[in-house]
C-alpha cells in the first residue's frame, strides 16, 4: 500500500540512494560519497533553516518516489506559491500512480498552507514528464522565461561592481 508522507531525518539514507537515481536519469556519472550527499540532504531538509521539503512515497520499505518543494513569495498579491522541484518516481515503479498521488499530496500542502499556486518546470526535452502533466490535464503556463546563473557565471554575478 503507497503511504505518503513528509520526509523525517530517518529517510536521509534512503533519499541519498533515490536522488543519485535522479541524477543518473539526468546523465550524471559522478557522485560524491554517500556520506556527504546525506550530510547535504540533512541540512537542505532539517536544518536549522530548511531550505527545502520532501514528500516521500513508501510501499512497504520501498522508496517509491518524491516530490521536493519550496514555498516561494510573493505569488499573486502577498500570497504565497508552492514550487515543486523535483517530482520523481523510480523508474521501475512509473505508470502505476504513484507521480499523481504525489503532486495531489503536494497541491493537499499548498491549500493547506494558504498557497495560491503550485508552480513547476521541466526540461524541454523531458517528453514523457510533459505527457504525464497533460495527461493530469495541467497545462503548460505561457508568458514565463526561466533563467539560471551558476559557475563562473555565478562568480562573476558576485564579483562585478557597479
Known sequence: ML???????????????????????????GFAPVDEREDQIRRALFGSRPAAYALLARDGNELAGMAAYSFLWPAAGVTMSLFLKEL????????????RRLLQ???????????????????????????????LGVSMSPGKMFYRL????????????D
Do not use: K
Open 3 to 29: 503511504v505518503i508522507a513528509l520526509a523525517e531525518p530517518t529517510d536521509v539514507h534512503d533519499l541519498a540512494d533515490l536522488m543519485e537515481e535522479l541524477d543518473r536519469f539526468y546523465g550524471v556519472t
Open 88 to 99: 520523481y518516481v523510480r523508474q521501475h515503479r512509473q505508470r502505476a500512480g504513484v507521480g
Open 105 to 135: 499530496a503536494l497541491c493537499e500542502v499548498a491549500v493547506a498552507e494558504g498557497c495560491s499556486r503550485v508552480e513547476w518546470q521541466t526540461d524541454h526535452d523531458n517528453l514523457p514528464a510533459q505527457a504525464f502533466y497533460r495527461a
Open 150 to 161: 551558476s559557475g563562473e557565471a555565478l562568480d562573476r554575478m558576485v564579483a562585478t561592481t
